[in-house]
């Protein structure tokens, strides 16, 4: 399994960036996918997921209205359109896969939020 996502930047508050991330080594429109952010010193946090086929998505509060989670199961890709970005959501972006018996990470995406 390898996540590779790409994308991140440093943007102003209000502004706009896309993530990506190009999976491979499994079946990807099996799988749920998911994106994580994690600030230094800080857990970990969900923002998002997408269900195998992309009808179901879902976010924590603090992005819901903002981000937009979809995926492209023909080129094997989830993405994370991310709108009004705030200062609070610099952090390092993971997207993730759980395939049995354990999770799978990227490298992570820097996004800085600032002016």
């Known amino acids: 399994v390898q996540l590779v996502e790409s994308g991140g930047g440093l943007v102003q508050p209000g502004g706009s960036l896309r993530l990506s991330c190009a999976a491979s080594g499994f079946a990807f429109s099996a799988y749920d996918m998911k994106w994580h952010r994690q600030v230094p010193g800080k857990e970990r946090e969900l923002v998002a997921d997408i269900s195998s086929s992309g009808g179901i998505t879902k976010y924590a509060d603090s992005v819901n209205g903002r981000f937009t989670i979809s995926r492209d199961n023909a080129k094997n890709m989830v993405y994370l359109q991310m709108n009004s970005l705030k200062p609070e959501d610099t952090a390092v972006y993971y997207c993730?896969?759980?395939?049995?018996?354990?999770?799978?990470w990227g490298q992570g995406t820097q996004v800085t939020v600032s002016s």
């Open positions: 993730n896969v759980y395939k049995w018996p354990r999770d799978y």
